[in-house]
């Protein structure tokens, strides 16, 4: 189907690893994208082309694609993690495809 | 450093037109497709449309709930993007960010309402 899913919430304990997931058929074919959006920002890339991290963006944040299925990991997450997260990708038709985000709760 | 700036949002009517300006600068503009993304309130982000670089042919792709009322065009000797939209409905209504994959505007808000 030419959507992503990711799951409305997420919560973890500072200092633990916190894991969000993505899953869409696009994801087999495409590259994923994460961004981070903190509360009343604009979006900020944490994770391009499945699993490389833009400049400037800590260590902590990883992910991975096996599948259909893409995984942001927070290790060691932080309170100032707290945020939304979104998955992007494109599909073989070039639809533009954005998960409904996930709220991460760090606390 | 990179800077993105959207403008040109505001409060306008049902069926009618607005257009929004988002001036780069910090990198090669020209050569960089450009975004225009959505965030309704309280909603999640919703691709609108996309502008090749003109090496690319400037081709636009948009999303099918704007296909055929909104229009991406760029200006490359003004760093500037545009994004010409008619008919609006009250579903439009929500923050219009420019992007490139990496680098994003802080938003304009739309908001449509009688």
């Known amino acids: 189907s030419s959507e992503l899913t990711q799951p409305p919430s997420e919560s973890v304990s500072p200092g633990q690893t916190a894991r969000i997931t993505c899953s869409g058929d696009a994801l087999a074919k495409k590259y994923a994208y994460w961004y981070q959006q903190l509360s009343g920002q604009a979006p900020v890339l944490v994770i391009y082309e499945d699993n490389k991290r833009p400049s400037g963006i800590p260590e902590r944040f990883s992910a991975s694609t096996s599948g259909t299925m893409a995984t942001l990991t927070i290790s060691g997450a932080q309170v100032e993690d707290e945020a939304d997260y979104y998955c992007y990708s494109t599909d073989i038709s070039g639809n533009h495809l954005f998960g409904g985000g996930t709220k991460l709760t760090v606390l | 450093e990179v800077q993105l700036v959207e403008s040109g949002g505001g409060l306008v009517e049902p069926g009618g037109s607005l257009r929004l300006s988002c001036v780069a600068s910090?990198?090669?503009?020209?050569?960089?497709?450009m975004n225009w993304v959505r965030q309704a309130p309280g909603k999640g982000l919703e691709w609108v449309g996309r502008?090749?670089?003109?090496?690319?042919?400037?081709?636009?792709d948009y999303a099918a709930p704007v296909e055929g009322r909104f229009t991406i065009s760029r200006d490359d000797s003004k760093n500037t993007l545009y994004l010409q939209m008619n008919s609006l409905k009250i579903e439009d209504t929500a923050v219009y960010y420019c992007?490139?994959?990496?680098?994003w505007g802080p938003g304009t808000q739309v908001t449509v309402s009688s």
């Open positions: 502008i090749k670089s003109k090496d690319d042919g400037e081709t636009a």
């Open positions: 992007s490139t994959v990496l680098y």
């Open positions: 910090g990198f090669t503009f020209s050569n960089d497709w």
